[in-house]
């Protein structure tokens, strides 16, 4: 399930923490990116079945957001609405495994 509580608090981000994840086809990635103090939390998302480092590029969507608990909220939510908006890429994903 992708909820708020899946995604770790906003302070593990804070000391570096990168969170790596997948659900039914679909992986995911949220981390800080940008340089103190002007910090923001990047969300990606790519298909099955490769890591982040060797999906290529193109194959990945980003998006960022504001480093505050609001933005933690927005990409938590990001990452749910492109599992939803894109079932169907990620099902096809999924059956392969």
Do not use: C
Not at 10 to 20: A, D, E, K, M
Not at 24 to 29: E, I, L, S
Not at 46 to 60: I, L, Q
Not at 70 to 85: D, F, L, N, T
Request: net charge negative.
């Amino acid at each position: 399930m992708l909820d708020e509580k899946s995604f770790y608090s906003l302070s593990f981000y804070s000391y570096g923490g990168i969170l790596t994840g997948d659900h039914k086809g679909m992986r995911y990635r949220l981390a800080r990116t940008g340089t103190k103090p002007d910090w923001l939390l990047t969300a990606w998302v790519w298909p099955e079945p490769f890591s982040f480092e060797v999906t290529p590029e193109e194959r990945k969507t980003e998006e960022q957001f504001p480093f505050s608990q609001e933005g933690h909220k927005q990409a938590v939510e990001w990452v749910r609405m492109q599992y939803e908006s894109r079932k169907g890429e990620w099902d096809r994903n999924w059956k392969l495994f």
